[in-house]
């Protein structure tokens, strides 16, 4: 029997861009980086992708700054950084991205895929190296988690995209 909203996390999940300052607890963060250490990885190279967590009020002001208030204020950030170069960084990135994501909605906690300041980010070398993201990578996605200030929408989405069934 198909899931519904309320029992399926991939069925409710949603962009959240608005947060409250709760911080998440180490459960929820332990949560999370057990979600993106279960991702997928192109050819088996667990060497392209480098996650980091950023929870430290002074770093998350830093990333908002060098990325122009792009992660929403959230309490709680997953920059995924990826090597330049490989075929896969941005595939990857994105697999562990959708898990940080997924694992957030379990939790109870909003998320959101942000490229735009990801993009932002990897301009501002000194922020980069500072965060810990290795030499020849690049931040490609950010995934702001924390809780939802306002309720999170709950619309049908099941005919979004086109889909061929043959
Ligand atoms: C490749 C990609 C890039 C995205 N970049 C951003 C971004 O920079 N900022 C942002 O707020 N949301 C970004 N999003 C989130 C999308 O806007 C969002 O997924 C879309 O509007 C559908 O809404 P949903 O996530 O609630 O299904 C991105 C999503 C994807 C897949």
Do not use: W
Not at 83 to 112: C, P, W, Y
Not at 117 to 132: I, M, P, R, S
């Amino acid at each position: 029997m198909a899931q519904t909203l309320e029992q399926d996390p991939i069925l409710a999940r949603r962009s959240v861009r608005s947060f409250t300052d709760e911080k998440l607890t180490d459960v929820q963060i332990s949560a999370l980086i057990s979600a993106f250490q279960a991702s997928p990885a192109g050819m088996h190279q667990f060497d392209v992708l480098t996650g980091i967590t950023v929870e430290k009020d002074t770093n998350l002001q830093l990333i908002e700054s060098a990325t122009d208030n792009a992660c929403y204020g959230a309490p709680f950030l997953f920059v995924l950084a990826a090597k330049n170069g490989s075929d896969f960084a941005e595939r990857d990135v994105s697999v562990a991205a959708e898990n940080i994501m997924i694992e957030a909605t379990r939790l109870g906690l909003g998320s959101v895929y942000v490229m735009g300041g990801a993009v932002n980010l990897a301009k501002h070398a000194d922020v980069c190296t500072q965060l810990g993201i290795p030499a020849g990578s690049s931040p490609l996605v950010i995934v702001p988690v924390g809780h939802a200030a306002q309720p999170v929408a709950t619309e049908d989405r099941s005919s979004r995209f086109t889909l061929i069934r043959k």
